[in-house]
Each structure stands twice: as structure tokens, then as C-alpha cells.
């Protein structure tokens, strides 16, 4: 690649950055992002867990749990795996 033409890749770049505020484009950049990515998780789980509560006794022996199994799984707080 020639000279001018890394300057110009270099300038075109620094331009871009200038437009975006001085916001980089990287995923570590993005606090937000992983912030996001727990709380869907969070919902996820509660979710599945109130449905764990839902099945009847017969459903839970098809998968190897016992009402007691639920109980202890459906009393944790959503943070906890």
C-alpha cells in the first residue's frame, strides 16, 4: 500500500472517530452491552423457573425431578444459578 494511500485510510478513520464523538466501535467499549446480556439471563431464568413450577408430577418423574427438586430450584433469586 503507498504512502498517500495509508494517510488517507489513516485521515479517513481519524474522521470517523471525530463524527462519532470519540466513541470506539470495540465490544469492550460497550459496558452497556454486557449489562444487558445479564439482565436477559436474569429474565430467562426466572422465566424457566416459573414454568418448572408449572409441571405437573407426572412431567417432572418423565425428567427425573421430584416436587421437592422444584421447590428448592424455584425459591432461588434470579441472580443465582
Known sequence: MSTIRMATCRATAA?????LGGVRTGHQNWPWLHAMQRALTWH???????HLE??????LRD???TRADVLAEATKRFWQS
Open 15 to 19: 474522521a470517523a472517530r471525530s463524527e
Open 44 to 50: 430467562e431464568r426466572a422465566r424457566q423457573r416459573r
Open 54 to 59: 408449572c409441571l405437573s408430577d407426572h412431567m
Open 63 to 65: 425428567i427425573g425431578l
